[in-house]
């Protein structure tokens, strides 16, 4: 009986312990998913923030890049900034729990996490606390419509992304007297491509264009024939999918297996902007069109881009930047600027600071005009561009003045390719 | 004969052990007294989840423990008790509580339709039926887009704390206590029922349906009964979580790794006990949330390795749950037979 | 839409179907043996289609080749599993069972996400590409080479199982342990050979799957499903069962797309499960 009631005791003032102390340095926590479907995108992200963290805490001479050239943050007198890593395995409720843990550690900060609905709830949980969450990477547009002061979010929504897509049809119909009117919508039935699917139909609604199919279909699914078959009958116009990469491989297969030779295919990133995607698919891969808001090449112009890419592979294992770590990096990069410009780690100094950012679009690595939030928290500077695979490389085609190179419409055949 | 029916009328109605009453009423009084020590909102939350999961294991467990029919789908009641509240609310400012209400009718309803037919169905089948009607809710609710389709449901974050609305901002311990209050009840109520002539007739349906048939006990209907009760059991924690997390979407709350999960602490605790639960949720729960907080930043997936592991080691040594470490009778009794 | 847009559907269905069959005959083989539904199915597969892939990325060998080498290192690693972890769990309940394969799946997924990392893997260049076009009806050469190896495996196993004296002792095996023993067949060494066929059906299939394919460490999970349907409603214990059954979802999931709405089209195999089973418990050639 005294051994039980001991073991209690021990027991409840283990998990009873006080808080820990946390000392000078700038601590910020990190959600990502790290294990279940989407855990590569989550280590590329967390790879993306340690590269900004590298650059933050280490001398490194990047012009152009803010925070590179001194070791630490020096509006804190050289604090180094150190991040606490979790895995939200993609639920809430696991955010929700990782967050708070986090903030018992006595976090300044929150950043993540990819999937809009860990970022809903635990963005609740950092509005309850005072603490700012920022986030770089989640596309659904209600993370902003909630009212909420203390969530800032760098990258572009699904709205704005698709508001890119439709702008462009319309554009090539005036270029080109083209009647582009017909859409077909393909997509996996995760949130993110859900989100992105039904942006896109009420989107099209409203620009006048008619969505003659729809198709939603079980994520990571063993065979898209039936898609495929139903899309090659209705043969839209343009064909939208939001895929991520097995599923983009397969329908690129399938489809060259059918026969279906969609006129237009513009991708909502994810498996179309993979690394590997061209590398795998080769020839196949031509034509494709995807929006993106990173795209490698631009390397050569911007070298920058470059020299942060090397950074990059390092933390990743050798893997490219691509989409979501470069908006990862982007956001977290805003972040610490912005706890640069605060001088301090008090959140409500660092949330002003937020308020106030400005960060121009010359210090960036994507194509945003920069970097300042609207009152409801939105990154207001956001752009995106369209590219297209041709000879085995993307190339921006859209908007006209940034591509470098023109449209090759319509897509390349399979035969032709 | 006689002698063992002897036995059997002197045996007391309960086992008046005075330690495990004391045990269990200090064990309760510091459960309540446990926000006053200023713990914080994380182990506030880790209280909180095994509070509900204790609840969702013996929701499994009236089916599974006491008449015997393995559920692989159990996580389609937590979904549609989280989209009853949330719905209501957020259409038409419904309060919570009687979406509450609301979902255990719904779930309810839904156990009977799914029962009916399938409840025939022995061990596999019916598993592999109940697994796939929850994966086809799963599929459904991420198309249906009057429920938000697979975005789910956002409930709007209120001002102010509110007992109507069943929301509170300023602090998780209306919450804590909320599920708290929740967890004692479903455990006085397992009790009750394991005590009770139903669940008696419960568990001969579970241990051999050829002679509870011959008793006059109508297999069907208590198999049906019973899946009602644990679908009634369930759909409130659905419903709670959703007020709780305020984010409700078809991959958390039609997730089938809630079916799993259930299954797995009910299980590993101790299947048909009422104890059973409560033992796999105190020893699982923390295990998985610290393996994930300590090991789960590398993106190696090392936490899951170890819960993996630990699963196995469990199911090879310990085959009739934890509860065997405590419960000698429990293991007497069944070799005995 | 045309009948020779429905046959094009119905070649495609079947193709896939004779895959879905395949996995789904290891998975019935195993149960029938001992019992044991094998949670974990869907992470031996995804194992195999990585045994297949790290064979052409580091000893180039093409997916096709390699698939005796596939087929005994799956055999290894299921008389491993059973040496390991099912001998111990034979005797306890159903419950125990499903949690320890269950366990040994998330095993299985964790490790290989540690060791190679979520990322998805392709093999480039197969030998088996391209398209074959029968009239207006095509059909890519992955898909049909994998359909007919796999039909041809299961015919082999079919043959195996009815005819071979081995096979003749792993049915009295699955039939009565405990007789099969008086009678002098080892049932533990029959029951790691259940566990090496079981796993070889699969490494044959996923080595074909290569050729068209991604494979990462979450791929298993989906086709898993569909040989726990195609078990269940061929009927547990039931090899050739496996084979309508598959067939059947094949088709049902292809038709059914595209017929009807392709956004819907997991629910319409759910659907014929869930009414053969209404009127046939024990599902269309089932023991039990």
Known sequence: ?417 | MLDKLSLAKKEPVWKNNNKVLYFLGSTVLLLFCLPFFNVNSFYLHLFIMIFMHSVMAQSWNVIAGFSGQISLGHGLFFGIGAYATSFLFTEYGITPWIGIIFGMFVSGIIAILIGIPMLRLHGHYFAIATLLIAIGFSLVFRRWDLVGAASGLWIPILPTDSWVALQFNSSKVPYYYIFLTFFLVTFLLSWLLSRSKLGYRLRAVRDDPQAALSLCINVSNYKIIAYVISAMIMAPMGSLFAQYILVIDPATVFNIEISIVVLLITVLGGVGNIWGPLLGTVILIPISEYTRIYLGGTGGAVDLILYGLILMLICVFRPNGLISFFNRDVIDRKQKR | MTLEIILQAIVAGLMMGLIYALIAAGLSLIFGLMGIVNFAHGEHLMLSMFTSFWLWSLLGLDPLFSIPITILLMAVCGVLTHYFLIRYILEAKMLIQICATFGLSIFIRSVAQLLWTPDYRNVQNPLIEGRIELGTIYVGQPQLFASLICLLAFICLYWFVTKTETGLALQATAQDRHAAEILGIPSDKMFALGWAIGLGCVAVAGSMMMNYFAVFTDVGINFALFAFVAVALGGFGSIIGCLYAGIIIGLVESLGGLLIDPSFKLLYVFAIYLLVVIYRPQGLFGRY
């Not at chain 1, 900004?52 to 490194?60: M, S, V």
């Open chain 1, 1 to 417: 009986m005294k051994k039980t009631i001991g073991a209690i005791l021990a027991f409840l003032s283990f998990i009873c312990a006080p808080v820990v102390g946390y000392g000078q340095d700038v601590k910020i926590g990190i959600i990502y998913p790290l294990t279940g479907s989407s855990a590569q995108i989550g280590k590329d992200a967390v790879a993306a923030v340690n590269t900004a963290l590298d650059i933050i805490n280490n001398k490194h001479d990047i012009p152009g890049m803010p925070l590179a050239e001194n070791e630490g943050l020096s509006g804190l007198n050289g604090a180094k900034v150190s991040i606490v890593v979790g895995d939200h395995t993609g639920k809430p409720d696991v955010g929700v729990s990782e967050t708070e843990k986090m903030l018992n550690d006595g976090v300044h900060a929150m950043y993540g996490a990819y999937f809009s609905s860990v970022v809903a709830a635990a963005s609740t949980v950092t509005e309850r606390a005072g603490i700012p969450f920022v986030n770089g990477d989640s596309a659904s547009p209600k993370l902003t419509s909630r009212g909420l002061k203390y969530f800032f979010r760098v990258g572009p929504h699904d709205g704005m992304f698709t508001q890119l897509m439709f702008e462009f049809i319309q554009d090539f119909n005036k270029k080109n007297n083209a009647n582009l009117n017909t859409l077909g919508i393909l997509h996996e039935d995760t949130l993110w491509g859900s989100d992105s699917g039904s942006t896109q139909n009420k989107m099209a609604k409203e620009q006048g264009l008619k969505v003659i199919e729809k198709i939603s279909y079980k994520a990571s699914t063993t065979t898209l024939t039936s898609e495929v078959q139903r899309l090659k009958l209705k043969d839209p116009d343009v064909l939208l999918p939001s895929q991520y990469t097995a599923d983009a491989f397969l329908f690129l297969n399938t489809a060259q297996e059918l026969d279906y030779n969609p006129k237009l295919l513009i991708a909502q990133n994810a498996g179309y902007v993979d690394p590997t995607f061209i590398s795998t698919l080769g020839d196949k891969a031509e034509g494709v069109i995807s929006r993106s808001p990173f795209n490698t090449d631009l390397a050569k112009t911007i070298p920058m881009i470059g020299t942060i890419n090397e950074i990059f592979k390092k933390h990743s294992g050798g893997r490219d930047l691509s989409d979501v770590p470069a908006r990862a990096f982007t956001g977290f990069m805003a972040l610490a600027v912005a706890i640069n410009n605060a001088g301090s780690t008090d959140p409500e100094k660092i949330r002003e600071a937020l308020v106030n950012l400005d960060i121009p679009g010359e210090a960036l690595i994507v194509p945003y005009r920069g970097v300042k939030f609207g009152p409801d928290g939105q990154n207001e500077a956001v752009r995106g561009v369209l590219m297209q695979v041709q000879n085995g490389k993307y190339c921006t085609v859209y908007p006209y003045e940034l591509a470098a190179c023109d449209l090759v419409y319509p897509m390349p055949t399979w035969d032709q390719k």
